[in-house]
């Protein structure tokens, strides 16, 4: 279920201040950082990371939110390693840019 629901709280934490986010979603997340399957909860976290990266508070970082990048480069899906190499490009527009998806699942960095 929280595949279906996390891309519309993600949406909606875009429009939250800082404090919002970190009073109002922030708690309710963190037992959400954790899980590694279904891997579509890490790609939305991934997908949405620059939002998580400026709204959560920057000593909780270390312990919730980088862990995320951590997991998913040692996860076998091919995709989850691809938006972790993208991570960087954390504007959409520059991460068609940054990586191009090989069928070999080699990352290719322009």
Do not use: D
Not at 6 to 18: H, Q, R, V
Not at 31 to 56: A, C, G, N
Not at 65 to 89: D, E, K, N, W
Not at 95 to 108: D, H, I, K, T
């Amino acid at each position: 279920m929280i595949p279906f629901v996390l891309p519309n709280i993600m949406a909606i934490a875009e429009g939250c201040s800082m404090v919002e986010f970190e009073e109002l979603f922030f708690p309710h997340l963190v037992p959400v950082f954790v899980l590694e399957e279904p891997v579509q909860i890490m790609s939305i976290f991934l997908l949405k990371f620059e939002v998580l990266l400026t709204r959560t508070p920057k000593a909780k970082l270390q312990e919730h939110i980088y862990p995320i990048l951590f997991r998913s480069l040692r996860s076998t899906s091919h995709q989850l390693q691809l938006q972790v190499g993208c991570a960087g490009c954390l504007r959409r527009e520059q991460q068609e840019q940054c990586c191009r998806y090989q069928p070999r699942s080699a990352v290719q960095f322009v």
